[in-house]
């Protein structure tokens, strides 16, 4: 071929190139609705009546809890590592102080799972088998008091990454914080019995593939047709701004109803968003970005609680001096609302219309 041609043929490409990010850009304009969405709601909920009330949540267990489980004593709490043993060790204690019921065997479900395949370059096969690893979800329950074969899950991550490269990830606002916030939940709810039966599952190994939600679903310590929704904390203790994420809406509009009512007078902002897929979209949809995902893959209505990603996350300068304690605080008993009026609901409120 003559080198003009192949000259010629290169620009026709690159013109075609060319054409297509100019023909793409005002699609991903047009359903990349979501800062446009955020700003008519941070309109709206601007004059709100923000509660006046009083907080209920203990705050110095709350933040005792976000404490130690972000101290260097529990290594950044890895599955499988001793460091995660002495956070569960922690967390099984706190279930029997808050007077949480065993399900099923106990407050200990063990699973295995197997991590995705490697790649090697040198001298080595490319892929290759992993060994399975051990990893244990605590779970426990307090029983309804009208509706009690009715379950909804509370669920929050307690592994983060442990220790890399000599470096520490102490998981403080991952996730910590939604540990704390989940027991906060519960201790409410054992001063108030709940009309539904509440499940309160602190999964393992969710770095990396949602593994202890994913066991919890495939093998479920109750029956998955009695559970009417999971409720997922994960990264709720800062945001410079006060505004928390209620994630899940796209896919479960009935659960908005009862949202509503909460986000009118709750003291940090509850945003809508992150729940839309789509190919063009620049706002990341985070669906599957934690163990609400599993629930969702078996198609149980789910709600996902969390703070915009900020410039700790995933790094060793997530510590428990980097928590916002007011923002934390608010958050929580705003959490303990959105359960109060998710219980309040009758499970065919709460069950995705068919
Ligand atoms: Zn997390």
Redesign the pocket.
């Known amino acids: 071929m003559k080198p003009l041609n192949r000259k010629r043929k290169w620009a026709l490409r690159l013109v075609m190139m060319i054409a297509l990010v100019v023909l793409a850009l005002p699609l991903s304009k047009k359903l990349d609705t979501t800062p446009k969405e955020l700003a008519a709601q941070r309109a709206e909920l601007s004059k709100r009546d923000r509660t006046t009330e009083p907080s209920s949540v203990d705050s110095a267990s709350l933040l005792a809890d976000v404490r130690t489980l972000a101290d260097p004593a529990m290594q950044g709490r890895a599955v499988n590592t001793p460091g995660g043993k002495k956070a569960r060790d922690y967390l099984l204690q706190r279930f029997r102080e808050v007077g949480l019921e065993p399900v099923g065997t106990g407050f200990e479900h063990a699973f295995s799972f197997t991590p995705g395949r490697g790649i090697r370059f040198w001298r080595a096969k490319f892929w290759e088998e992993r060994k399975p690893v051990p990893g244990v979800n605590l779970v426990g329950q307090i029983r309804g008091t009208v509706d009690p074969d009715s379950v909804i899950v509370v669920s929050a991550?307690y592994d983060h990454l442990g220790l890399r490269r000599g470096k520490l990830y102490p998981g403080a606002d991952?996730?910590a914080s939604g540990v704390a916030a989940m027991l906060a939940v519960a201790r409410h709810f054992r001063a108030n019995p709940p009309r539904h039966t509440l499940v309160f599952a602190a999964f393992d190994a969710?770095?990396g593939g949602l593994w202890g939600a994913s066991a919890f679903v495939d093998n479920p310590p109750v029956p998955l047709q009695s559970i009417l929704l999971d409720v997922n904390f994960?990264?709720v203790s800062r945001n410079a701004d006060g505004e928390i994420f209620a994630s899940g809406l796209y896919a479960n509009p009935h659960l908005r109803l009862v949202l509503d009512k909460v986000r009118v007078t709750s003291v940090p902002t509850i945003l809508y968003g992150h729940d839309k897929p789509g190919f063009f979209r620049v706002d990341e949809d985070w669906t599957m970005q934690?163990d609400h995902g599993a629930f969702h893959q078996r198609d149980i209505p789910f709600l996902y609680f969390g703070v915009a990603d900020h410039d700790d996350y995933h790094s060793p300068g997530d510590t428990f001096e980097n928590i916002e304690p007011k923002f934390f605080l608010s958050v929580a008993d705003a959490l303990i609302d959105v359960m109060a009026a998710l219980d309040a609901a009758d499970a065919a409120q709460l069950r995705r219309k068919p």
């Open positions: 991550h991952d996730n969710e770095e994960d990264m934690s």
